[in-house]
């Protein structure tokens, strides 16, 4: 409490804070959660090394097919909504940051709001928010639209107001870049129905959803070859003659991974492009199982289990990692399906 900055004395309302603590020459970036419980406070810390930097983008894990779409048909578009969703933890900031360190070139003006700044990247005009200051979201984001920028780069959907004011500045001709909680992409488009925003305003401003996942890494000192459980099988819905005929892995244990079988970790991509008959659903307010079943087709979208599998398939992870950290979907391609969207080249 004493180092984050807390109130000491406080024991009845939630807190929050940061710790900067440096250790010989590298910078750890702590963010503190006080919870108060029935039984005392909870104290959660997120450690962020700022050491690592920003990543670039081949780095982040997307199967080349994938990374290649998102390239051409995201990062490349001039103007609209790009919206990075998943649960705390998942590396949305880290996402988020290489997409926009990529978008990061001469005459480009980007220009973010922040709670708080996580990295600090040469050619950026970074904001962090403080509402004790005067400088809430609301005020910052309609500041930010007057200081002529190509790029805007909201921290955090929070509420209908952001939405409001991210989507708004997407409808004068600016890329705006943003965070969101939901767990998948479909889901964010749900959300902001929900929100009260108009359909005709999602529909025409938000060009691509990019749900994500982190998933360990097999450690590659010992690695071996695995067969799938029949619990794996079952709760993947894979066909168990398909799972016979392909070469799944594993981490044994060793000394470089403390015997945990993993290191390291990889991105889980869901990546919804938004074309013109998702948009018409979503002017219809359909349902997320019909935008979902037709984003299959229309899109071909590929959904987070599937992702998972595709890198378990690589022997990048476990299928164990993908049943505990992807959403379970009702309808999935064959595995023949997914390892050959997997090996396809840029």
């Avoid at 900067?20 to 919870?35: C, G, H, N, P, T």
């Avoid at 969101?180 to 005709?200: A, C, N, P, V, W």
């Avoid at 305003?201 to 994500?212: K, P, Y």
């Avoid at 938004?274 to 002017?283: F, G, Q, W």
Wanted: hydrophobic share 40%; charged share 25%; net charge neutral.
């Amino acid at each position: 409490k004493v180092l984050c900055n807390g109130d000491l004395a406080e024991r009845r309302r939630h807190q929050g804070g940061r710790i900067v603590y440096k250790l010989a020459d590298e910078q750890v970036d702590m963010r503190v959660s006080i919870f108060v419980t029935v039984h005392g406070e909870n104290i959660v810390i997120r450690i962020l090394n700022k050491q690592t930097g920003v990543l670039p983008i081949e780095k982040l894990g997307m199967l080349p097919a994938l990374l290649q779409r998102y390239k051409d048909y995201v990062l490349e578009v001039p103007t609209g909504v790009v919206l990075f969703t998943g649960p705390t933890g998942s590396g949305k900031t880290t996402s988020l940051y290489s997409s926009i360190n990529y978008s990061n070139k001469p005459g480009v003006k980007i220009i973010t709001a922040e709670d708080p700044v996580e990295y600090l990247v040469d050619g950026l005009v970074q904001c962090s928010i403080d509402p004790g200051a005067g400088r809430d979201f609301e005020k910052t984001l309609r500041e930010i639209v007057r200081q002529d920028p190509n790029v805007i780069v909201v921290g955090e959907i929070r509420d209908k107001l952001t939405a409001g004011i991210a989507i708004e500045a997407a409808l004068t001709g600016h890329k705006v870049f943003a965070t969101f909680h939901t767990e998948d992409s479909i889901g964010s488009l749900i959300r902001l129905l929900d929100m009260d925003i108009e359909t005709f305003l999602i529909s025409s401003t938000v060009v691509c959803v990019v749900a994500q996942r982190l998933a360990r890494c097999i450690c590659p000192d010992c690695k071996t070859v695995t067969t799938p459980s029949a619990y794996e099988i079952r709760t993947l819905e894979l066909n168990p003659e398909d799972a016979a005929r392909h070469v799944f892995y594993r981490g044994a244990g060793c000394h470089k991974c403390n015997r945990t079988g993993y290191r390291g970790r990889v991105g889980l991509y869901e990546l919804l492009m938004i074309n013109s008959s998702i948009r018409e659903m979503v002017l219809e307010k359909r349902s997320a199982h019909e935008i979902r079943r037709h984003a299959l087709q229309a899109v071909n979208l590929y959904g987070l289990q599937e992702d998972g599998i595709a890198k378990a398939l690589l022997g990048w992870t476990t299928l164990e990692q993908v049943i505990r950290h992807t959403p379970r979907v009702a309808e999935q391609r064959s595995l023949d399906a997914i390892l050959a969207f997997a090996q396809q080249t840029a």
